[in-house]
């Protein structure tokens, strides 16, 4: 009888420890947190216990830049370059809020283009150290790279990072004619 009474209890203590809670179960991880062992592993960009609090980050680095809308002759209706129907474009990028050749440039220039996405990569990666200021992005008809004939076709002025930015993997820069797909990494 005893042997069958200490088996009871031996049962009883097993059901018990087996009915351990699961930690994570009423836990909640946001903005693409995993629950491990009942803490949130925050996804890069986030933090706090339950990944609800955006970083900010410290700098942010362009990999690419896709132009999808740009004017093809000047507001007069003059073509930017004569004798040839599409302006040869190359871009600059700057801290501030007027284009300038004080940042980033294109090292090469697209000629003659017509039509679609232009895509610049050269000289790329460059990294912008404070994400959350002013930025200047100018498209740029080449006529001598830099130098004071070249025409300003127009520019847009942006703050890379602002608040619920959610640091996605591209920043879509539009205003007027331009629109600017530009492809970024975060660094927190």
Known sequence: MRNLFLFFIAIALLSISSCKKNPCSDKLCLNGGVCNDGTC????????????QQKTPISMTITAIGMTAYPHSQSNGN????????????????????????????????NDASAGEIDFSDGLPFTISSPTQDWSIACWDYDGFGNASD??????????????????????VTSGNFTFLVFVEWTY
Do not use: H, R
């Open 41 to 52: 592993d925050c996804a890069p960009g986030y933090t706090g216990s339950d990944c609800s």
């Open 79 to 110: 073509d930017w370059d004569l004798g040839s129907c599409c302006p040869d474009v190359y871009l600059t990028i700057n801290a501030g809020t007027s284009a300038n050749f004080s940042g980033w440039q294109s090292t090469t220039y697209i």
């Open 151 to 172: 025409d300003f076709m127009g520019g847009i002025t942006f703050v890379p990072s602002y608040e619920d930015t959610k640091w996605p993997t591209y920043i879509t």
